[in-house]
């Protein structure tokens, strides 16, 4: 542990327990964004790669109790509902994460905050997307794909995930599962990944496991606030933090 705390000055540290608590909450509210939220907040004060690693346990974590929540058997019968999308997810989770230290993640950030930008803001404009059910196979297999591409390399996955999810008007309460069963699954792919990449080794976890603390506190306050949104309202709160999220990818593509 004190080989990454020897290089974290007491307001550094303090700075990722607020950016943890932060992401937590939003993450309760609306089901996604922290790795988002953290991987941009962290990044701005640690190494990219320590950043990457520390949002990896509060990002499982988190994400398998969100799946929970409703019970063990609605999270099955979410994650049977979706399960191509899942799998394409975790697939290519597995593969593009080996690419980590090859490709350069600025291009990705461009092309998956472009598009998820422009869909929340087109959707908070009045444009809904309707995918008619023949049509949604295929939107499944592709936006599956992308997002476990992007997830492997920068460890967000949100944004293709949620605008699916918002495309297809799935209800708040499984719209939530769903994301939680995704991430979950997606996440224990991701810390397997980078543990063989050895992105994820004993430097850089210590500080992932404190993470725990904040990240989690942040999250129940969020689903305190989550169980107060109706649909709609829900709706609208995930298009915009899917706005805010996409323009940070954007931003954080054109810094390079």
């Known amino acids: 542990m004190g080989a990454v705390f020897s290089q974290l000055e007491p307001v550094f540290l303090a700075l990722a327990f607020g950016v943890a608590l932060c992401a937590g909450f939003v993450k309760g509210a609306v089901g ?33 109790w969100q799946a929970l929540r409703d019970g063990l058997a609605a999270a099955w019968a979410s994650i049977l509902r979706f399960r191509v999308y899942i799998a394409l997810v975790l697939v290519f989770i ?46 499944e297999v592709v936006i599956g794909a992308i997002a476990g591409f992007v997830g492997g390399l920068s460890g967000v996955w949100g944004p293709p995930t949620v605008a699916y999810l918002t495309a297809i008007e799935v209800p708040k309460a499984e719209h939530i599962r769903v994301q939680g069963a995704v991430y979950g699954l997606g996440a224990m792919v991701l810390t397997a990944a980078h543990v063989n990449s050895g992105l994820f080794n ?55």
């Open 32 to 64: 996604f964004a922290m790795p988002m939220i953290m991987i941009s907040g962290l990044g701005s004060f640690l190494a990219p790669e320590l950043a990457l690693a520390a949002l990896i346990l509060p990002t499982l974590v988190t994400n398998v």
């Open 94 to 139: 597995a593969g593009s994460a080996q690419l980590v230290r090859v490709l350069p993640s600025w291009a990705l950030f461009l092309v998956i905050g472009g598009p998820a930008t422009a869909f929340a803001v087109a959707q908070l404009l009045g444009w809904r997307l309707h995918l008619r059910p023949e049509h949604r196979r295929r939107a």
């Open 202 to 256: 004993a430097q850089s976890a210590p500080l992932s496991v404190v993470l725990l603390v904040p990240a989690v506190v942040g999250l129940l306050i969020g689903f305190w606030v989550q169980d107060r949104l109706d649909q709609e309202r829900f709706r609208r709160a995930t298009l915009w933090v899917l706005v805010f999220a996409g323009l940070n990818l954007i931003r954080r593509g054109l810094a390079g």
